[in-house]
């Protein structure tokens, strides 16, 4: 079977998935919703974008007779915070499979380069002490900046003349990483009586979501657009990946610009992460399973695996968070991706090969 | 020029030849591994390149193909400076099979040959007719066919050769270059993959195989280019380059070449080395020598005294003599003369200096030509103690009667005489 079947079949099914999983999130909470009502709602939801009469606007297409507290609740409360779970393991999947390739490195993840510590600093220093942020930024784009400054910063240490070896770069960013974590901590200690928010951010959390997190700007949503676009361009790059897997040297025998790839998966990835990062906090553990479960699952080829695995993250990271807000107390998402995803990574381990990539 | 270099499969023929390379240096860290290479392969041909661990063979392999860029010199590929293509290019000119590659993950082996496609196929498109064809034909011409399907890791060291052989096959170039493709192939296997990769340079392809087994490169190779030292020692036909003295200085082992009874190609056995080259003597108490070398018969001689850190001058040698570009490359000083000009008066007086200063003289076993005569005198007269090394006796020599009667004179005199170079460095320390 073709290698564009075969992605499209797989795609699809992880896709149909991810739905059941949004449906069922959707109707689990404090006021239960039954499963129909929820899939009503969650269709309403739906929404196309029309350009009637030379103006843009959205049209539901769907629309049912549903009891307004239920609408309500689906539509304000949860599905704004499954669907910002579900572009946030998106973007994680998507970002620790290509790096997982770029680094050719069973152990590296999303935040291998220094994101998550960069982006916790930002966010922690903006939680801590606003008024030392510059440019008055607030807690998410502090985040952000801090992800993409750290990314840049490890990149130009790891960089001579031209060349970025990834031994290096891996080297430079478990250091980074170190360096970056002894700030959060001391600011940590500074925290005083914010020090409960700041914890919860580290430890990676969806609540409070709400339809502005994701960035709306004129009625557009910024936020999934951008996710997406950074997910195109590294899916172009597939088969590049592919290629890399056989080294540096013989990917440039065969046509590949390497440094220049290299360069682009990192600032593609780097980015996407840092987005995810800046709404959910440090969610850990998603981007280093997922890719690895996928691979057993569908193979090693790039061209297949980064739509799936980036689905498949959607999909965790919502069912996680659906658990971690179930909870008698609710809890921050990261511990039950991390407390979930540690066994079940250990027992694949046991299992199966999932130590080579 | 004409068109995008970018958009060039396979170039159109031309009188470019495939593969031009003109003076090229290489300084990997602080040793320079080439110096001053040169080197052309045209259309049909097979090249080995052989030589010792460390010549610079991979190295001049990579270089040709851009992954190294050189300190000086050019390197053109069809044509065009490698340099300036980009890497696309370059992966529709040049193909490599490498030394050794892991190939640890669950890639089947049609999908790695299909890898072979990735610089004709455009980004934003699938692998077309054309590119499945050509996949297909390369799979079936290294027989690895039968276990397309298998996971790459799946597959024995020798079928792992043949999978990265087909994939350079599918990349469907005009140049191929492959770094010890035999290495891990059965004899069988061996013969299959030079077989394929001569009737690639019969179809108008070129390719260069760096080979470590001289009599695999000489029974499969049109012509061989000896690489040792950092440069080219010797280029041509089996035949003229594996000879007992350029394998000898190019590998520093006593050889001997016969044609092999069956294929009548070239066959090589190295003799055992005497003396580990570890165990050169403690500094002897000579510590300049001078030699009388010539016809290649000096360079083991020359390499073993350096070894033991004696001083040596070296002379005279016509320019072209091969013990010339040991001495050189061992940074002696030479007493050159013209080719066909024969040794005249100026030479022999700069020859007495030379020999005056030295502690000693070694005469290494070369043939005793009438134009040997003056120097040999010149070395009898000056009274400095003179060695000749005998390893052929001097009846298997050519021997001119003044040459000879001035050699008697010198192994009468205070001469000793040693059958081989260790057993003269024995007698120097």
Redesign the interface.
Known sequence: M???RRATGWSASLAVALAGVVVLSAGIGPVAVPAGTAFKAVLEAVAVPTLAGGEFAWRHPFEFSLRESHRAIVMRIRLPRILLGALVGFALGAAGTVMQGFFRNPMADPSIIGVSSGAAVGAVASIVAPAAVPFGLGLEPAAFAGALLTAFGVYAIATENGRTPVATLLLAGVAVQTFLGAVTSFLLLQSGESMRRVVYWLMGHLDNAGWADFVPVAGVPLLPLFVLGCFLVLL?YA??L??M???E??A???????ERTKRLLLAVSAVVTGAGVAVSGVIGFVGLIVPHVMRLVV???HRILLPTAALAGSAFLVAADTAARSAPQELPVGIVTAAVGAPFFLFLLRKRRVH?? | MTGDPTETAVPTPTDDPVLSIDDLSVTLGETDVLDGVSLEVERGELVGLVGPNGAGKTTLLRTARGTLSPDSGQVRVAGDPVADLPARAVGRRVATVPQDTSLSFAFSVREIVAMGRTPHVPRFSAMDEADHAAVERAMERTEVTEFAERPVPAVSGGERSRVLLARALAQDTPLLLLDEPTASLDPNHRLRTFETVAELAGEGRAAIAAIHDLDTAARYCDRIVVVADGGIVADGPPESVLTGSTVGHAFDVDAVVTPDPVTERPRVTALPDVEPADDAPEIPPVDRVHVVAGGGRAGPLLTRLDRAGLEATVGPLSAGDSDAAVADALGMSTLEVGALDGVDDATLDRLRTLVERADAVVVADVDLTAGLAPVLSAVADSGTPAYCIEERPTNERTVAEAAAAAYRRLRVGEAGVAASTPELLDVLA
């Open positions: 073709s290698v564009a172009a088969r590049d592919n290629v897997l056989l080294g040297e013989e440039a025998g065969l046509g590949i610009e390497v193979g090693p080829d080579e990539l």
